[in-house]
């Protein structure tokens, strides 16, 4: 099953170390096998911290709950950096317990360097989660120092923390230097500056808004309501555990470990904080937002197939207080029957309760889980569609130039077609398709490998059920003098026009078809040199063009379309070029109800004045009802479009 991957904020950029712990499984060849090792250091160490917050069997059910967990499961299945630090916070936590209780340096050494790599990791998750602890460091040192009463050791234990632990911000830190150079810009801030903490205009890939301190309020809010009544384990039956897993703390039930500077109470309340201080800090970044979609579509988003992973450290204290609120509720049966009858009933009387609420918490379980499984198959499905071209392939020294679907995001959506730890070695090197400059270069930086194209028809949706046709094709890289094209479509109408764009500049020859014109084909020759692109001549429909009297060259303002040639105009029938450009050959048909049909041929070209070279064949598509389209127009051999072929 392909899991969909999330955004990163701009403080929580996946270093090269923040999912170190996949390496081992990377290069045994086998990648999950870090999954699942991931995911049983997470359950296990909630159930380690669970034991410390109240007692063994607490523990041991709250790692059970966390293994139930719906979004647990589905983050766990991924190759994203939020289950990895996750578990980095959660032997933070541990090592920071037992330093306390069991007073020895491993423990804080353990507590320092793990917090150091969440900092790595994603350093605003890191500060989130540790912030309680931090706070009940400084208050525990303030009162040992002026209590006078063992605070050199404490001090030197807690120094031993915050040693590795501003070692790991060091490293990041450094990391920033070498990457961007300067140590307090996040190699993410560079990428995307407008995605990341604080409010005002944020963007990642579209328009972008502006995020306001009421958006923030109302976001978090509907995603709190989402994670407590969709994604804790059966909910919201974990949420309403989680809530009288509260009652021990404040009755001051099974406290123990009173004598340390840690009491039971105490290190209750700090995970009561993380609970705070993790919703709080995230209303400050925008992410929480963009992972919703539509804020009351809960069919929508992110946050729809993944759960609300920006909050997943949340697992601990959800997990840990809905154990200790199933086993005081049980208890509590049980002391109240045993009021009434035998210690021998009163067990009876808990266990039927027990057998009775499995059926009903498993079927919780299973609505929850079932719906988010078919949202990531319906991701499966579409990525074995995508992907298949690609199985059907062999490479041999290929340079394979990808769509941006999501803007200059390489690795996202076609996570799969990746690069390997070289860009200069290895069958196949992939590469943002990015316009004719740099297509150009790199093709150029790579001379010996062997272009190819890959691209789709349809809209791509984030697997919401678009049909996506997939398209891998060889290239040609052609040079000479002079090229001729010739393009010949069959119509669906009356011709229309036909344009030859260059970047912002266009050839338009204009056309006033009559009936007598429909069911010819239309041939169009267009030239290319080392200068100019040339519109020469227009054959097959009435009012055809064999010289340049009809047609109009003009420069295209943004974002308007000239309807007709006006008599300040310049009529000419070439384009000047130089350098690598675009050009685009489109014929427009109107059909008898009035819309408009466009046939289009595309073309990357790179003129140096005596010669031209560019890449063959270029991308076709034909447009509905407009005189451009995305790919949802895009031609694919062996497809039908409009009941026509190109």
């Excluded at 403080?11 to 060849?29: K, R, T």
Aim: with cysteine; hydrophobic share 40%; aromatic share 10%.
């Amino acid at each position: 099953m392909v899991l969909h991957t999330g955004w990163k904020a701009s403080l929580s950029e996946v270093y090269a170390g923040g999912c170190g712990a996949v390496h081992p499984g990377l290069a045994l060849g086998i990648p999950r096998l870090a999954l699942s090792v991931i995911a049983a250091g997470n359950v296990a160490f909630v159930g380690l911290i669970g034991r410390e917050v109240f007692d063994r069997p607490t523990g041991v059910l709250a790692a059970g709950i966390t293994l139930l967990t719906p979004f647990f499961l589905f983050i766990s299945a991924t190759f994203m950096s939020y289950a990895p630090t996750m578990l980095l916070n959660l032997m933070f936590a541990f090592g920071y317990i037992r330093m306390h209780r069991q007073r020895r340096r491993r423990y804080a050494m353990l507590a320092g360097g793990a917090i150091g790599l969440s900092f790595f990791s994603r350093p605003y998750s890191a500060v989130l989660f540790a912030t309680p602890f931090v706070v009940h460091a400084l208050s525990v040192a303030f009162v040992a120092i002026r209590n006078q009463n063992d605070w050199q050791p404490l001090m030197e234990r807690e120094a031993v923390v915050a040693l590795f632990g501003l070692g790991g911000v060091s490293v990041a830190l450094a990391y920033n230097g070498i990457v961007t150079g300067n140590p307090f810009l996040f190699p993410y801030q560079v990428f995307a500056p407008l995605d990341g903490l604080g409010f005002g205009f944020r963007r990642l890939t579209g328009p972008g808004l502006w995020y306001t301190i009421d958006l923030a309020l109302q976001a978090n809010t509907q995603l709190v309501i989402e994670l407590l009544s969709q994604w804790t384990f059966a909910a919201p039956i974990g949420s309403i555990l989680a809530v009288l897993g509260l009652i021990p703390v404040v009755l001051h039930q099974h406290e123990s470990n009173n004598e340390t500077s840690l009491p039971d109470w105490e290190l209750r309340m700090i995970l009561s904080a993380v609970f705070v201080s993790v919703i709080v800090g995230n209303i400050y970044f925008w992410g929480t937002f963009n992972i919703l979609g539509a804020v009351t579509d809960t069919t929508d988003g992110f946050i729809s197939k993944l759960g609300p992973y920006y909050h997943l450290d949340l697992i601990l204290p959800l997990s840990v207080f809905a154990s200790a609120g199933a086993l005081w509720l049980g208890r509590t049966i049980r002391s109240t029957a045993a009021k009434h009858t035998s210690a021998e009933t009163a067990r009876l009387v808990v266990i039927v309760l027990i057998i009775v609420s499995a059926p009903i918490i498993a079927g919780a379980e299973y609505n929850r889980i079932e719906p988010v499984v078919e949202r990531n198959m319906e991701y499966t499905d579409q990525y074995a569609e995508v992907y298949a071209p690609f199985e059907k392939q062999t490479f041999d020294h290929a340079l394979v130039f990808l769509p941006t679907p999501h803007e200059e995001w390489l690795g996202h959506p076609f996570q799969s077609l990746r690069n390997g730890g070289s860009l200069n070695e290895g069958s196949t090197l992939y590469a943002q398709n990015l316009g004719p400059t740099k297509q150009f270069a790199t093709i150029d930086a790579y001379p010996n490998r062997t272009p190819y194209r890959f691209t789709y028809r349809g809209l791509w949706d984030n697997g919401k059920g678009q049909q996506i046709t997939p398209h891998l094709q060889s290239l040609d890289i052609r040079n000479g003098s002079h090229h001729r094209f010739t393009t010949t479509v069959g119509d669906l109408g009356r011709l229309s026009s036909v344009r030859l764009s260059v970047n912002k500049t266009e050839i338009v020859s204009y056309h006033r078809g009559s009936d007598a014109s429909k069911e010819k084909p239309v041939t169009v020759r267009w030239d290319v040199n080392g200068t100019h692109v040339r519109l020469a001549d227009i054959q097959g429909a009435q009012g055809a063009m064999s010289n340049t009297t009809n047609t109009t060259q003009r420069t295209l303002p943004t974002g308007r379309v000239t309807p007709h040639p006006t008599a300040e105009q310049t009529h000419a029938d070439a384009i000047a070029v130089e350098g690598p450009v675009y050009a685009t050959l489109a014929i427009t048909f109107r059909k008898d109800d009035g819309d408009p049909v466009t046939y289009s041929q595309g073309l990357a070209i790179d003129a140096n004045n005596e010669s031209a070279r560019f890449l063959w064949p270029g991308p076709t598509k034909v447009c509905r009802g407009s005189h451009s389209c995305g790919r949802e127009g895009m031609y694919v051999p062996g497809g039908r479009i409009l009941q026509k072929s190109v």
